[in-house]
């Protein structure tokens, strides 16, 4: 089942590049990533993994929009870390963060861990306190949870937990919203996942 699947696929990519890779086209291939990846993660089947990646080397090819790009990137980094290379997968972690535009939130605080990784304390400054302005400008506009939320994540990162729940409590005297009180009722798993994901990748928050 899983050759005719593989050969299905392959056929699939011929038709593609006889038609000039329309949107449809492209549809169907990345529906058939998300499976293959879906399957061979959930199964530990290193040979689907290894034709998902195949796959996602044929759709860089060939799709050169953002949204593509980053659907591969995201897979394959999916892809790489079940199968042990963790350093192509957060290679490719980084090159499906940085299709999102300058000023996006998740690429600022991506950034932001990419360089307290690698001990450059002024480039993770200024991406810090950049993500910071960005979601001020957004709130000063407009209340945006995903944007407050984004601020505590960058709190955290220059602060530490301390400050970063000071200013979720002020978020709730002002937005006492279900999502920010779930939040908070959830602080204390919020931050032991932050402190095991920056103890993982080597990161010291900022101060």
């Not at 492209?26 to 089947?45: C, F, I, P, Y």
């Not at 060939?62 to 290379?85: A, E, P, Q, V, W």
């Not at 991506?110 to 990784?117: C, H, T």
């Not at 005297?173 to 994901?197: G, Y």
Request: aromatic letters at 8%; hydrophobic letters at 40%.
């Amino acid at each position: 089942m899983k050759k005719i699947s593989y050969f299905f696929i392959f056929f699939v990519l011929i038709i593609g590049c006889a038609k000039g890779q329309n949107k449809e086209n492209l549809n169907t291939l990345r529906d058939s990533l998300d499976k293959m990846v879906l399957e061979g993660t959930l199964r530990n089947d290193t040979t689907m993994l290894e034709r998902a990646l195949k796959l996602s080397d044929f759709l860089l090819s060939i799709d050169t929009t953002n949204i593509g790009k980053r659907h591969c990137y995201r897979h394959r980094s999916m892809i790489f870390s079940s199968l042990g290379h963790m350093d192509e997968a957060i290679a490719n972690a980084e090159q499906a963060v940085l299709t999102l535009q300058a000023n996006n939130p998740l690429r600022l605080i991506f950034l932001s861990e990419k360089y307290l990784r690698e001990h450059n304390k002024d480039s993770a400054a200024y991406y810090i306190e950049k993500t910071i302005a960005v979601c001020d400008s957004s709130l000063n506009d407009e209340y945006n949870e995903d944007m407050a939320i984004n601020k505590i994540k960058a709190i955290y990162l220059r602060d530490g937990e301390k400050k970063a729940k000071i200013y979720l409590s002020e978020l709730l005297r002002t937005h006492p919203s279900p999502l920010l009180k779930l939040f908070d009722e959830d602080w204390d798993e919020w931050v032991r996942m932050n402190n095991e994901e920056l103890k993982l990748m080597n990161i010291k928050i900022l101060r």
